[in-house]
């Protein structure tokens, strides 16, 4: 077989030429001196193809995947890792928003040590992509208005629905761009959070709803006009009440025409979960029914004092405000620590329509 380059004659030829006449004009891969690649300035997020993509990563990053994607590599190679091939790259510098990059590729051609080198540039042309225009634009579809029913929030409140709102939108943020707060405002009334999209807005009530409990109830609201088309501009308003009691505090509840002294021991999304101070047994009250509850103290009315006698039908304590003896009835009902209170102990009472507890 003879090249047709240069006519010698040799017994393997690759695409009809010799060994000497392919290596002069092998390259193991070709790539743009110049590559633009449109990156927006705020989440670096990339624009391909016509749609944003990829957005938070860092700078570099962007930069060597956009090498990647603009690497041409010679046939005779199946991918960049192909046994017989190395490939670095490596940004040399940045001037500004141009990256110099340089890539050093070697590879086993022929039997043949081929290496090259290629010096190109990568221009990050900075632009805003439409998310980050609609926030920095303050745009949200949705206000959640965290309020307290009967009270001011607390601050522990107000610090753990921060807390739910900053891990719910990490999570929902892959899959939702709008899943921001535009902004928090701070009433003397309670916190109104401005929710990028309605559909993460809905997502932080309900998690906030699971984790402590409350009333929910969404309203739309006409925020502006729309001039041209005369159409509405609305924008939903969801309103999330929390109990008015907190967990260690006091009730009343009305149950089939039946009064029962409680104590919250636990309040979540689904129930409210109280025990009853009569006859110590826990029970479960729906949040339909949150308006036959109501407050009667709070967990800080609790007050301490101190066994003065006992029998195994009775214990005597000290009244706290009058400082009276009073007897408090102890039968199988209580709760084992009842038994094993000794004269001299300090325990927890609370009063309540002139009846003293003991907790
Ligand atoms: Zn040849
Ligand atoms: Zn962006």
Not at 52 to 70: G, Q
Not at 173 to 193: H, P, R, S, V, W
Not at 221 to 238: F, P
Request: hydrophobic share 40%; glycine share 4%.
């Amino acid at each position: 077989m003879f090249c047709y380059e240069c006519g010698a004659e040799e017994e393997n030829l690759m695409d009809g030429l010799c060994k000497k006449c392919f290596l002069k004009t092998f390259s193991i891969l070709t790539i743009p001196s110049e590559i633009v690649v449109k990156v927006c300035a705020h989440c670096n997020s990339k624009f391909v193809s016509g749609n944003w993509v990829d957005p938070f990563i860092a700078e570099e990053e962007i930069i060597y995947r956009v090498i990647e994607d603009n690497i041409v590599l010679n046939p005779i190679f199946d991918s960049p890792f192909d046994d017989n091939l190395i490939i670095d790259m490596k940004i040399l510098q940045m001037r500004g928003t141009i990256a110099e990059c340089f890539i050093c590729a070697r590879a086993l051609v022929y039997d043949e040590d081929i290496s090259e080198k290629h010096y190109f540039n990568v221009r990050l042309n900075k632009d805003v992509c439409p998310v980050c225009s609609k926030r920095n634009s303050g745009y949200y579809e949705a206000v959640i208005q965290l309020r307290a029913d009967n009270r001011q929030l607390k601050d522990e409140e107000i610090a753990k629905v921060d807390e739910i709102i900053v891990k719910t939108l990490d999570k929902l943020f892959n899959k939702d761009k709008l899943a921001y707060i535009a902004q928090k405002a701070t009433l003397k009334e309670g916190i109104d959070y401005y929710v990028g999209s309605l559909k993460s807005a809905k997502k932080l009530t309900n998690k906030i709803k699971e984790e402590l409990g409350g009333l929910t109830n969404e309203s739309p609201r006409l925020i502006s006009e729309d001039k041209s088309t005369g159409k509405g501009l609305y924008r939903i308003w969801i309103l999330i009440r929390l109990p008015s009691f907190c967990k260690g505090d006091f009730i009343r509840f009305n149950e089939k025409n039946e009064n029962k002294i409680a104590q919250i021991i636990n309040i979540s999304g689904d129930k409210i979960i109280s025990i009853d101070l009569n006859k110590y047994d826990t029970f479960k009250i729906s949040w339909k029914n949150y308006n036959d509850i109501e407050l009667i103290k709070e967990k800080n009315q609790i007050a301490k004092t101190t066994v003065i006698s006992k029998s195994p039908s009775n214990i005597q304590i000290l009244d706290p405000i009058n400082y009276e003896a009073v007897d408090i009835a102890i039968d199988d009902k209580n709760p084992e620590k009842f038994h094993n209170y000794n004269i001299g102990d300090e325990i927890e009472v609370i009063e309540i329509d002139n009846i003293l507890y003991i907790l």
